[in-house]
T-cell receptor, first 115, second 115 residues
Framework: AQSVTQLDSHVSVSEGTPVLLRCNYS??????LFWYVQHPNKGLQLLLK??????LVKGINGFEAEFKKSETSFHLTKPSAHMSDAAEYFC?????????????FGQGTTLQVKP | DADVTQTPRNRITKTGKRIMLECSQT?????MYWYRQDPGLGLRLIYY???????NKGEISDGYSVSRQAQAKFSLSLESAIPNQTALYFC??????????????FGPGTRLTVT
């Protein structure tokens, strides 16, 4: 069975400094992996996705993530944080067995950006 | 106009009352999902539907029921609401293509409070 672990429940950075949100996954199959962002009082928006093509995936708003099979990780990074990046971020794996398309969510990481 | 809409956006109800949350989509997707979000737990799947005649339980379906009235409409009901069903509820859609990634598109959420 697939599972996702986000290693930090809360990350705080200063504006203009790099962002690193960590995610480890467990999957018996070649996974599809996603990062979603949720701004306060908003729905979830897809940041980026990995689907077994390039291991370095670029997303919206300057975010990117690298799929590392040997480390079973899919960490999210951004070179320079902006105040508007403050939100909750979810690492997600798609359950590919049986073609159900079900998503399994991590617990979420709250990103705080300080001026 | 939003691709995935949810009504109501906020609802306060009393224990024992029946309540229905509605979801509509204009993306033309066959697959629809209902999730609940609780702090620190990420999103958990309640029910999902692959088409009008195909409805499946998710990991936390007890106390909930659903109805897929049309390809574009998927409703979630709480037959007798209880306080621990207080949560943020999300509807999502996906199609079965996209290289098997099954990325999902989320509505804005319904905040439900059961007193």
């Amino acid at each position: 069975a697939q599972s996702v672990t986000q290693l930090d429940s809360h990350v705080s950075v200063s504006e203009g400094t790099p962002v690193l949100l960590r995610c480890n996954y467990s999957s018996s199959y070649s996974p599809s992996l996603f990062w979603y962002v949720q701004h306060p009082n908003k729905g979830l928006q897809l940041l980026l996705k990995y689907t077994s093509a390039a291991t370095l995936v670029k997303g919206i708003n300057g975010f990117e993530a690298e799929f590392k099979k040997s480390e079973t990780s899919f960490h999210l990074t951004k070179p320079s944080a902006h105040m508007s990046d403050a939100a909750e971020y979810f690492c997600v794996v798609s359950e590919r067995t049986g073609n159900t398309g079900k998503l399994i969510f991590g617990q979420g990481t709250t990103l705080q950006v300080k001026p | 106009d939003a691709d995935v809409t949810q009504t109501p956006r906020n609802r306060i109800t009393k224990t024992g009352k029946r309540i229905m949350l509605e979801c509509s989509q204009t993306k033309g997707h066959d697959r629809m999902y209902w999730y609940r979000q609780d702090p620190g737990l990420g999103l958990r799947l309640i029910y999902y539907s692959f088409d009008v005649k195909d409805i499946n339980k998710g990991e936390i379906s007890d106390g909930y029921s659903v109805s897929r009235q049309a390809q574009a409409k998927f409703s979630l009901s709480l037959e007798s609401a209880i306080p621990n069903q207080t949560a943020l509820y999300f509807c999502a859609t996906s199609d079965a293509t996209g290289g098997g990634a099954y990325e999902q598109y989320f509505g804005p959420g319904t905040r439900l409070t059961v007193t």
